[in-house]
């Protein structure tokens, strides 16, 4: 039997002999210390993936609530960016469903660094918000 490849020399190869190793139940030849941490990580990603795409969605949201001397200008770009933005946040909750309960959580993350971020850009007005409700609905735009 060959020696199978090293996590660290070959990533693509080891996961192609993890995969064989699993489908052949070859148990005792599956490298499982680096196998949980990649799932583990997996599971990481998504998390990450989800809280950027929410960031993003909110601050197009905002610019197209509030800034209002670029809307003219950029209102069609923000508003296709807030499409696409949606579409890839609802795509991540069907492929994962329980991320969904977590949605207030990341909310309540992404929402202060998407207003960090667009007043760099111009003044938000203090009433500025927009809650994760409306951020999520496929026919809400400002």
């Given at each position: 039997?060959?020696?199978?490849t090293s996590y660290e020399t070959?990533?693509?190869?080891?996961?192609?002999?993890?995969?064989e190793n699993l489908r052949n139940?070859?148990?005792?030849?599956?490298?499982?210390?680096?196998?949980?941490?990649?799932?583990?990580?997996?599971?990481?990603?998504?998390?990450?993936?989800?809280?950027?795409?929410?960031?993003?969605?909110?601050?197009?949201?905002?610019?197209?609530?509030?800034?209002?001397?670029?809307?003219?200008?950029?209102?069609?770009?923000?508003?296709?960016?807030?499409?696409?933005?949606?579409?890839?946040?609802?795509?991540?909750?069907?492929?994962?469903?329980?991320?969904?309960?977590?949605?207030?959580?990341?909310?309540?993350?992404?929402?202060?660094?998407?207003?960090?971020?667009?007043?760099?850009?111009?003044?938000?007005?203090?009433?500025?918000?927009?809650?994760?409700?409306?951020?999520?609905?496929?026919?809400?735009?400002?």
């Amino acid at each position: 039997m060959k020696p199978y490849t090293s996590y660290e020399t070959d990533y693509y190869q080891w996961i192609q002999e993890t995969v064989e190793n699993l489908r052949n139940r070859n148990f005792s030849e599956v490298d499982w210390e680096n196998l949980i941490e990649e799932i583990e990580s997996m599971g990481k990603s998504e998390k990450r993936a989800l809280l950027s795409l929410l960031t993003r969605l909110l601050e197009h949201l905002l610019k197209l609530a509030y800034w209002k001397s670029e809307q003219e200008r950029n209102r069609n770009h923000w508003a296709a960016e807030v499409v696409n933005f949606r579409t890839q946040i609802k795509t991540i909750i069907e492929d994962s469903p329980s991320l969904r309960t977590q949605l207030e959580t990341f909310y309540n993350k992404a929402y202060p660094s998407a207003v960090k971020s667009v007043s760099q850009l111009f003044t938000l007005p203090p009433e500025a918000e927009i809650d994760l409700t409306q951020a999520l609905d496929d026919d809400w735009f400002p």
